[in-house]
């Protein structure tokens, strides 16, 4: 593998297609729990430099924009190695993120080495527990914003999308949210129907991305009525059952199966956005 920043001791980076996770902790892909394959999903497909702390030892997975402003100019995975700059400046909040809470740190001051030299840049830095089927935070997701990066850096896609995410687990919806204002897009998040609703009635939203299976009103029907106060909304369906309740609808869809890449959504997204003309 390729040497990486001196600053995050990376032992390596490759693309995202191409990397070698078995040669570090994580293992092999295929044996990843559901929470650390979204995570690293997100991680990867996300134009804003973020990272992860995954495990109690952890092993810091890091993205291609994190990469380029530490100086590894690639994504990677780092092992047995000192935290990452946000990780190591922000040390108090991330205990504070393992003991489960959300934190937000306006315009922290973080160093960076690389072989050209270092630099400073004051960041606002995102810290969000990830849990694990057995609802127990095992990792802490780390998202940079307002860096002052160059341009070239720091250009995202702004499609401008609005759109509400219905999802009743809590920390998955959190995490999609983030992954979708990182791409520019507009997103608002709730936990069941009902409220999804008086969302749509309050605001008007370019797109419904909603699980079938919610408490209470599914998603199907959910946007059967939301359809009825925004019909030029569209409509994306995630279901962890297949199509099955989603034979016969009167309206048109597009069906994501769980667990579903973030790329597939990506893709799914940038689609609607150019037929709006964003």
């Known amino acids: ?89 922000c040390a108090d909040a991330v205990l504070r993120a393992r003991a489960g809470d959300a934190i937000r740190l306006a315009q922290q001051p973080l160093t960076f080495g690389s072989a050209q030299g270092g630099h400073r840049l004051a960041c606002d830095v995102h810290l969000t527990p990830v849990r694990d089927e057995h609802d127990q935070v095992a990792g802490v997701l780390c998202a940079l914003g307002d860096c002052g990066l160059p341009e ?35 997103a608002d998040g709730v936990g069941d129907a009902e409220a999804a609703l008086g969302m749509l009635g309050a605001a008007t939203y370019d797109v419904l991305f909603s699980d079938v299976s919610l408490p209470g009103m599914s998603g199907v029907e959910l946007a059967r009525q939301g359809l009825v106060l925004q019909p030029s909304m569209q409509v994306i369906f995630a279901s962890g059952y297949g199509d099955t309740l989603l034979r016969h609808l009167p309206f048109p869809f597009v069906s994501l199966q769980k667990p579903y890449e973030m790329e597939q959504l990506q893709g799914t997204l940038d689609a609607m956005a150019r037929q709006l003309g964003r």
């Open 1 to 89: 593998m390729r040497q990486a920043s001196p600053d995050d001791s990376a032992t390596g980076a490759l693309a995202p297609a191409t990397y070698d996770w078995q040669a570090t902790q994580l293992g092999p892909r295929a044996g990843w729990p559901y929470a650390l394959r979204l995570s690293v999903d997100i991680l990867l497909n996300t134009p804003s430099p973020m990272l992860l702390a995954w495990g109690d030892d952890p092993v810091v997975v890091f993205n291609e924009a994190y990469g380029r402003m530490a100086g590894a100019a690639a994504p990677g995975a780092v092992a047995g190695a000192p935290l990452a700059a946000p990780l190591a400046a």
């Open 152 to 186: 070239a850096q720091a250009a995202a896609p702004h499609h401008g999308l609005r759109i509400l995410v219905v999802e009743d687990n809590l920390d998955s919806q959190y995490l999609v949210c983030e992954m979708l204002k990182a791409f520019g897009h507009h």
